[in-house]
C-alpha cells in the first residue's frame, strides 16, 4: 500500500508541476481535478455502456406492463417473468453500477495521501498544498475552527456547496422527470396491498429515494479531506454532464433541461 501511495503521490506531484505556471500555489488542487477528468474519461465507455442499458430497459416498458397484466394476482411468476425477459434482452438492471464501483479506487487513494501524516517513512508535503486559503488535507470543521462559515477558508467551502447543490438540484429534477416517464417496475395500484403486490421487493423505496441521492454528496465534501471532496465535485459535476448529454433521447430527458435550466 505504501509503495502505491508513493507512486501515486508521484503522479499528483508531478502534475502539479506542470500546471503550477498558470495556477500557482493552487497548481495541486488543479492536479487533482485533472486527475479526475483522466477517470472520468477512462470510466466513460462504462458510462456509454450504461446509458445503452437504461434506454433498453426503456424500450421493455410495454413487454413488461403486459406482464403485469398477466401475472397481476402471482407477484412472484411477474417477477421470474421480468427477470427472464431481461436476459432474453441481454439486459443487466446493474449495468448503471459499473462506472461508480469503478471509481472508488481513485477516491480512496485520494482520501488516503491527504489523510495519512508521512508516505513512504516521510512526511507528507502534500497535506500543506492549498486551494486558496484551505488546505487540501484539511476538512471543513478545520476551517470553521480557523474562521468560521465565511472565514477564507470557509468560503471555499461554500463555493464547493453551492456548486454541489447546483449539480444536485440539476440531477433532482432530471431523476424525477425520467422515472416519471420511466417508472421502476411496480406492483399494480394500490400499494403494498394492491393485487399485484411489488414486482421486485423495495422498488418502491428505491424510486422515491433514488432523486435524493445527489444531495448525500453535501454529506461527503463536508466530511472528507478537501483533496477527496474536489475529486467528488469534480466527478459529479462532469457525471450531471456527461448523463445529460447521453440521456438526452431518453423520456423525460428534455422535460428535465428544461426545467434545470
Known sequence: ????????AGLVEHLADLLDPFF??????????????????????????????QKARAKLSPQIAELRKKHAKNPEKLQKAVLELHRKEQVSPLSGCLPSLFQLPAFFLLYH??????????????????????PLGGRWTDALAEGGVFGAQGLVYVTLFALVAAVATFNYRRTKAQLAANPLPQGQAGGAGGAGGQQVPGMGAIAKVMPLMSFMTLFTV?????????????????SAVERAVLYRDMPGAAGALATAG
Open 113 to 134: 495521501l491527504f489523510s495519512s501524516a508521512g508516505i513512504g517513512g516521510e512526511a507528507n508535503a502534500l497535506l500543506g498544498h492549498t486551494l486558496f486559503a484551505a
Open 222 to 238: 463536508a466530511v472528507v479531506p478537501l483533496a477527496a471532496a474536489l475529486y467528488v465535485v469534480t466527478s459529479t459535476t462532469w
Open 1 to 8: 500500500m505504501s509503495a502505491s501511495m508513493s507512486l501515486f
Open 24 to 53: 500557482h500555489t493552487s497548481a495541486t488542487a488543479a492536479a487533482i481535478v485533472l486527475f479526475t477528468a483522466c477517470v472520468r474519461l477512462l470510466v466513460h465507455p462504462l458510462s456509454r455502456a450504461a446509458a445503452r442499458g
